[in-house]
């Protein structure tokens, strides 16, 4: 079950890692990407071989915290829901920073707030 779940995000990260970045260096760094995941896969072996000469518990505790950091830092990315991605350097470097631009399709009566007028 677990490799079931490993491999189903490593799917979802390769697709969301070739959407995120801008147009004109996206093969670039989804090569940079897959060469670092490339490189956890090589020292998971290692980290096994860690619990063993320590810990039993030291493989898990690690996974753990690289994998709720992995989470949280997730949660600082802007959120792109009804905006049109980056495809220049300036349009990624202000995705998240400008907040007053708001895709009309998106909003509903539901989401207005009280004190709009």
Request: overall charge neutral; proline content about 5%; some cysteine.
């Amino acid at each position: 079950m677990g490799k079931f779940f490993i491999t189903g995000s490593f799917g979802l990260l390769y697709l969301y890692t070739a959407e995120i970045f801008p147009t004109g260096v996206r093969n670039v760094t989804l090569g940079s990407c897959s060469m670092c995941a490339r490189v956890g896969s090589i020292l998971a072996p290692f980290v096994r071989d860690l619990g063993k000469a320590t810990y039993p518990e030291v493989p898990n505790v690690l996974y753990t915290l690289l994998a709720l950091t992995s989470g949280l830092l997730a949660l600082a990315l802007p959120e792109t829901r009804g905006v049109d991605l980056p495809n220049t350097f300036q349009e990624s470097e202000s995705l998240g920073k400008s907040t007053d631009k708001v895709c009309k399709e998106n909003i509903d009566a539901t989401s207005i707030s009280v004190t709009e007028k």
